[in-house]
């Protein structure tokens, strides 16, 4: 796929970004190669391929879910100015 300026130029405006016509020439050049890898890609038969979680098929390590600090609630909750129900009250900030 080939990309012109103007095409370069239009999606530079969709994405709010001001770019200079040498600017925009480069970018056509780099978009260009990034759309003709993506159509190669897609022209690879990769019927009966398991997708991966990992490319390494590595597992992450995990804890134990286990409890290790304390519950300090009511005295989080001793420091602060208003307080309901177990909840900090806050003073109404959106109408």
């Not at 600017?23 to 780099?30: R, V």
């Not at 897609?42 to 409890?67: C, F, M, W, Y």
């Amino acid at each position: 796929m080939s990309l012109d300026k103007q095409d370069v130029q239009k999606i530079a405006h969709l994405a709010r970004l001001s770019l200079s016509d040498s600017d925009a020439e480069q970018y056509k050049d780099s978009l260009t190669s990034i759309l003709d890898l993506v159509a190669q890609m897609q022209s690879i038969n990769t019927d009966g391929v398991e997708p991966l979680a990992h490319p390494l098929e590595a597992k992450q390590r995990l804890r134990d879910d286990i409890v290790t600090e304390e519950n300090r609630r009511d005295a989080f909750l001793a420091n602060a100015p208003q307080t309901e129900a177990g909840l900090f009250l806050v003073p109404k900030v959106i109408d």
